[in-house]
């Protein structure tokens, strides 16, 4: 399936490309890192059998261009560039469904956060919120030096050190429209990575956000965050098929799963084409 259509949304500072598959209750699906809107591409097909599903590059990756020279990102920009699609897209006070993953997951917090009528549910997948970790100070420190060394000696040797992140595995490769990776190492890692949500007012959104990471992620670094505030908050982690970008990896088994913790059960969808059950 293609998208209905795509275009862009001018925003303060630059301008947002989207794309809309897709009829019934809208559904965000926000990237995370250097990825772009072809990430979700075939979640998305999936998903636009039962909803009307937004996807858009996050600005300054891709086709979301800069006004100005890269400067570095807030997460608090990206929130309100969402809650832009949002507004631009969706009816006049319709309560919006929101998938988020790795710092698109920071992205959805600030969201809801900010603009809680606006948005129905979450699924805030994998956040790398790492501030929040005993050992927090070592993580930082690894992200500069991650950056530091792209500046110094190139892209293979920082994206080398970006492995601990994962286990150390390499970040899986994914489909995007053009390689963010110099924008993500000099602009993105280092802020976002920085970013805490205000707990305080997270408490009082808990019961609109669904905690969630990877079977096979579960045991890495960038799952120890959602572990850690999804404890805080007194609620579980729900568990999707993959890892870290499982999304990509299944997307019928990982549609399937994010329509159910998404909407109650007699609203979820019964059967999805193509699902093979796969966990892991």
Known sequence: MSPLHGETLAVPGGRIYFEVRGEGPFLLLIGGGNSDAAVFKRLADVL????????????????????????DQRVEQHADDAYRLIEHLADPDE??????????????????????????????????????????EQHLALLDD????YLREGMTPALTKLQALHGGRPAPALPEAHNNT???????????????????????????????????????????????????????????????????????DFAEQLV???TPAVDAVDSWP???????
Do not use: M
């Not at 991650?146 to 060394?149: F, Y």
């Not at 193509?274 to 892991?280: E, F």
């Open 48 to 71: 636009a059998g039962s909803h009307r599903v937004v996807t858009y590059d996050p600005r300054g990756n891709s086709r979301s261009v800069l006004d100005g020279p890269p400067v």
């Open 95 to 136: 309560p919006v469904y929101v998938f988020g993953s790795c710092s698109g997951g920071l992205t959805a917090l600030k969201l809801t956060i900010r603009h809680p009528a606006r948005v129905r549910s979450v699924v805030a997948h994998e956040p790398p919120v790492l501030s929040l970790l005993p050992d927090a």
């Open 146 to 149: 991650i950056r530091e060394t």
């Open 182 to 252: 110099d924008f993500f190492l000099t602009h993105f890692l280092r802020p976002f990575a920085r970013f805490v949500p205000d707990l305080a007012a997270l408490k009082e959104v808990a019961d609109k956000v669904v905690w969630a990471g990877g079977h096979a992620s579960r045991e890495d670094l960038v799952h120890r965050p959602t572990a850690l505030l999804a404890g805080r908050l007194g609620r579980e982690v729900e568990l999707f098929p993959g890892g870290h970008v499982g999304y990509a990896r299944y997307p019928a």
């Open 260 to 262: 159910e913790v998404l």
């Open 274 to 280: 193509g699902s093979t059950g796969g966990r892991q």
